[in-house]
């Protein structure tokens, strides 16, 4: 995306988030959270100054979506990002008349949401651990090792702000051949008030040994197995002859 001179900038959705206003709503709410759990209580004073010094760092998260004629667009916004106590349900829905990401405080948890439209969970981490180090630089806390991140006073590489489809993007692919719907599971998988945290603890060493053993990354590695226990499910019905709940 090609960046404006002056301070007042807008750009076109990426290729990538123009789904997102057309499917997003207080169900889907394209909005995804990454959180980390301090020693001590978080110090609201140091975050704020934390938050003002790395802001111009990243100035294509300072925006807010607008509609245009035919399209949305993003446009920048002045105003400083607030700090949100964290007492609501996780990865609420973004009104259309706020900022697209949210920082959120509450005892020794930090958390940054993010909306899809602006930001991946790269681009989101990047900015985090960018929080994080300015923070604990604030609380005057010695990190004990020099770790490579995006610091406050670098000025963005125009690379941040592309749309990198366009410059990867293979022409004359061959169009995918018609498929069957998606299976879908055969019970409700949604209520009302349907975000909830859910807590599980599982051996981190194991599992990324495991991994290692498959040569694929943890991710990669728990969405197999997310994926293979749908197919035992699909499986199972067709074996019962309950077809059709492939075809909804």
């Known amino acids: 995306m090609a960046v404006e001179e002056n301070e007042s900038f807008w750009y076109p959705l990426d290729n990538a988030a123009k789904i997102f206003p057309a499917i997003t709503n207080n169900e889907r709410t394209s909005v995804f959270r990454i959180s980390a759990i301090l020693k001590k209580a978080v110090n609201i004073s140091a975050l704020y100054s934390a938050l003002h010094k790395i802001e111009g760092r990243f100035p294509y ?10 399209w949305y667009y993003l446009e920048s916004d002045k105003i400083t990002t607030p700090i949100v106590p964290d007492v609501h349900d996780p990865c609420r829905v973004f009104n259309r008349k706020s900022s697209l990401f949210r920082v959120l405080a509450k005892e020794n948890r930090l ?11 790269g681009g989101a981490f990047e900015y985090f651990q960018s929080l994080l180090i300015s923070y604990f630089n604030e609380c005057g806390t010695q990190l004990p090792i020099n770790h490579t991140y995006l610091k406050p006073d670098e000025t963005p ?3 941040e702000f592309e749309d990198a489809y366009n410059r990867y993007f293979v022409d004359n692919i061959p169009k995918n051949p018609r498929q069957r719907k998606a299976f879908h599971l055969p019970y409700q998988t949604s209520w009302p008030h349907r975000f909830s945290v859910l807590t599980a603890k599982i051996p981190s060493k194991a599992i990324k040994k495991v991994a290692s053993e498959k040569n694929v990354s943890i991710t990669t590695y728990l969405t197999a197995v997310y994926i293979h226990a749908l197919q035992d499910i699909y499986e199972e019905l067709k074996a019962k002859g309950k077809k ?4 909804k």
């Open 61 to 70: 998260y300072k925006v807010k979506m607008r509609k245009g004629f035919f």
């Open 111 to 121: 958390s940054v949401e993010f909306s899809h439209i602006i930001t991946d969970g």
């Open 157 to 159: 590489d125009s690379e």
């Open 244 to 247: 059709r709940l492939s075809q």
